[in-house]
Nanobody, 122 residues
């Protein structure tokens, strides 16, 4: 069964750090680029970060540059999103998405992880 399982999330104060994991099951994880998205109430889903299938190329939305990092361990079928210096505006439900190919481009891939809530209090 194909799955992306997200770990992490929670309630933190502004300035804190969190790390998410996105683990793939049932497909060749190393052949997929991975993207992270987030969605706040009343807003559209927003791209946050992506990593190429080899891990050598990353991309971030401007609002998280310098605060978030993304990495992957293909031996563990897992992508990590490290979030530092969290702000209240980072509050959202976070999702990971897997797209077949070397890099994460336009559109979405076939596989989604379950959402995980992050709430950052001021």
């Amino acid at each position: 069964q194909v799955q992306l399982v997200v770990s992490g999330g929670g309630l933190v104060q502004a300035g804190a750090s969190l790390i998410f994991g996105c683990e793939g099951f049932g497909f060749r994880f190393s052949e997929y680029a991975i993207g992270w998205f987030r969605q706040s109430p009343g807003k559209e889903r927003e791209f946050v970060a992506s990593v190429s299938r080899c891990g050598g190329r990353t991309n971030f939305v401007d609002s998280v540059k310098g605060r978030f990092t993304i990495s992957r361990d293909n031996a563990k079928n897992t992508v990590y999103l490290q979030m530092n210096s969290l702000k209240p505006e980072d509050t959202a439900v976070y999702y990971c998405n897997a797209i077949l190919g070397p890099d994460y481009g336009l559109g979405y891939g076939d596989y989604w992880g379950q959402g995980t809530q992050v709430t950052v209090s001021s």
